[in-house]
């Protein structure tokens, strides 16, 4: 592929931060982003939507992004409608915050969402059965501890009711899966099943491949999700290793350098070091373009910028978790589906109940008693 400047000429001229705020803010459509918004955008506008969609892919693919072109998109279809209808906020976006403590805190995801809607007086949702004084004089208690779940979770199904909301998008969702007791993950569906009930919306979970970890607990639960996979290039296809080869022409492109580095020529060097995941790769390549300039370096190749990329151990981790995400995706074979609807579940063998070789409380164990020696009598 050709070299071709894809950035605005006047950036040569403007500060080092214009520079490495420009290319930090760029985002390209590439072949996996564009797939996995198609199908999450068609699952959501779909007729017969599933009220749960779960895209996962690894870390670093670019799922950020995906959520914010998901979120633009869906208020440009109702963009008309929001101008007659001030109070509509047909999409809300919010983060899964990961839990201080040992498992996530629902109160706090929905103090952040009622606050993302801009919704009036978040501070005195209580419920009224424990609450002491409608007009508390106390003000400087913490949030916390003047709200509960239940108060909180009902004011945001009413606002989403009130402000007629379609889609609630909710990005680093597999931290809602951090909890103290496994038993507890079918629970955390289910409060994000509810609320799509009750709210009659379309929530859609954006997280990493432990997303999937939902979809194992029941089949009721498989039944009213849909999942969207948001994969990382594979060099082993060939089509993958043209697109991820034409990301890394594009972000050259892009970086406002008088002279373009031939970035290229180390394409399966840049691969490695990012697994084939874009959003590595860009962040990796806005570090050393960073420290270029910041540097006044004359030269910016690939000697200079292979010191910016993670560890090994880091993305061997990385790839590690991608590769079991991917085995979790893949289907069963028909045949095995047939046998298991033939023959059923394997017999497992009840274990014999462990007898005990004790004999009942105050019986004396059959052994004789020691005779002769030192213990004979005199």
């Known amino acids: 592929m050709k070299n071709i400047q894809q950035f605005p000429a006047a950036l040569l001229d403007d500060s080092i931060e ?20 198609k199908q999450a955008m068609g699952a959501i506008t779909g007729h017969a939507a599933p009220k749960v969609i779960l895209v996962a892919g690894p870390t670093g693919a670019g799922k950020t992004t995906l959520a914010t072109h998901m979120y633009r998109k869906v208020r440009e279809q109702y963009a008309t409608q929001m101008e007659s209808e001030l109070d509509l906020v047909p999409v809300l976006y919010g983060n899964a915050i990961a839990p201080n403590g040992s498992s996530f805190s629902w109160k706090d995801f929905y103090v952040r969402l009622l606050g993302r809607a801009m919704e009036p007086l978040i ?7 424990r609450q002491l004084s ?5 003000r400087t208690s913490s949030l916390h501890e003047k709200t509960t779940s239940d108060a909180l979770r009902r004011s945001v199904e009413e606002c989403m009711r009130r402000r007629r909301t379609k889609v609630l998008i909710i990005d680093e969702a597999h931290h809602v899966l951090m909890v103290n007791n496994p038993k507890k993950l079918e629970f955390q569906f289910e409060s994000l099943k509810s609320l799509a ?29 849909e999942i969207v996979h948001f ?39 840049f691969y490695l070091y990012s697994g084939g995941c ?22 910016f190749d690939w000697d200079f910028i292979k010191p910016f990329a993670l560890t090994k151990k880091a993305l061997k981790t990385i ?27 394997p017999t497992i063998p009840r274990a014999n109940p462990r007898t005990s070789t004790r004999p009942p409380v105050g019986r004396r164990a059959a052994t004789r008693d020691p005779v002769g020696g030192a213990y004979a009598t005199a």
């Open 18 to 37: 214009a520079r490495i705020t420009y290319f930090e803010k760029l985002t390209i459509a590439h072949p996996a982003l564009q797939n996995a918004f």
């Open 123 to 129: 501070d005195r949702k209580v419920l009224a059965p």
């Open 134 to 138: 409608f007009f508390p004089s106390d």
């Open 197 to 225: 009930i009750e709210t009659k919306a379309t929530i859609v979970l954006i997280g990493t491949y432990r997303l999937l970890d939902i979809r194992d607990q029941s089949g009721q639960l498989v039944r009213r999700s």
């Open 231 to 269: 994969p990382r290039y594979d060099e082993r296809t060939k089509q993958d290793q043209a697109s991820f080869n034409a990301v890394l022409q594009t972000f050259q492109n892009h970086l406002p350098l008088a002279t373009h580095p031939a970035l290229g020529t180390h394409a399966e060097k």
């Open 278 to 299: 874009v959003g590595i790769l860009k962040e990796w390549l806005a570090r050393a373009y960073a420290r270029h300039l910041e540097t006044n370096n004359k030269i």
């Open 319 to 345: 790839i590690e978790e991608a590769l079991v995400g991917e085995q979790k995706l893949s289907d069963i074979s028909e045949d095995e589906l047939e046998k298991l609807l033939k023959e059923g579940l």
